[in-house]
């Protein structure tokens, strides 16, 4: 049949039109999960799943087991619904291929699989041609403040832009954990106040809203060289609680985008946001401060700078502590 991307997957499994076979697969166990969880939720109507529901583990399946459970008829139902969990511990997975042509139309075979499966492999190849295969990537570091903001209006909520940014930035590209904590404000939020701000964040999650990389990278978008030690000092006395490695791909990512601000014809706020595909407009306007106050060849050697910091943070060539390094670094990107 073909691939199906997540929008497309919910409203067919809603619809009860996935096909015999589905296979969820890929390095992001979140929209896996999710999706794994709608398969349950909708196909089999809950009085009806005794009989017509089974979900399996791999790492406790038998080949032939599977087998027999895929071909079996449904008990006053239109369909059977088998769900095998970590798909991709079923020792037998490609030899389950040669099965799937047989598998009746009454029968629903979902394989969450959490890894990348090789596509020249049998099993792939006979699913690609009778069913439907969701291909579940990890979001880029850039993507996870809109997916904040999606996923919690999907929960009722709205988050301002300066927020998502926040939660993104604590939270990095862990969707589990995001939507963990998006559910938690979801309960805590009173019905008449469903607006998630910097405030909501710190007060229900602790994430600091004056110490943290999100406030280290508007003072250095800003040149602010007093707040930005400050900062870097906060960090120094909490180096567990404020690790190198995030602060570190926070400025990357920055610098990365504002490098190709200097090979745009015209630098405005429009042309930035489309650029860099922005939602926000105060992320724009925090490019182009930055672009009026770094040349483009300190922006190249900033970002040669940190590339540094993070091999001397890994230990090479460097004995220094988290703390020296980025304070270190910053000497360098705000002298």
Known sequence: MANANYDQLIKAIKQKKTGK???LMGDEPYYID???????QFIIPSDLRDFNQTVIYGNDLELQQL??????FPMMAEAILIVVREA???KDFDLFAPYIDQIPDSSVVLLSYKGKLNKRSKIYKAIREQGLIFESDK?????VPDLINSIAQNKKMMIDPRAAALLADFLGNDLERIDSELDKLSI?????????????????IGISKEYNNFELLRAVVQRNSPRAFQIAFHFARNEKSNPIQ???????????????LYYLPQVNELNVMQKLELKGTFQARDYLTAFKGYKAIQVYNILHQIRLTDAASKGVDSNSSSGELLKELLCYILS
Do not use: H
């Open 21 to 23: 076979i589905v296979l």
């Open 34 to 40: 999710k999706l794994t969880g709608l398969f349950e």
């Open 67 to 72: 087998v027999s459970e895929a071909m079996r």
């Open 88 to 90: 991709q511990m079923f």
């Open 139 to 143: 979001v880029s570091d850039y993507k």
């Open 188 to 204: 805590t939020l009173p019905a008449n106040d469903r607006v998630i701000t910097s405030d909501t964040i710190q007060r229900y």
């Open 246 to 260: 995030p602060t570190l791909s926070v400025l990357f990512n920055f610098f990365s985008n504002l490098i190709t």
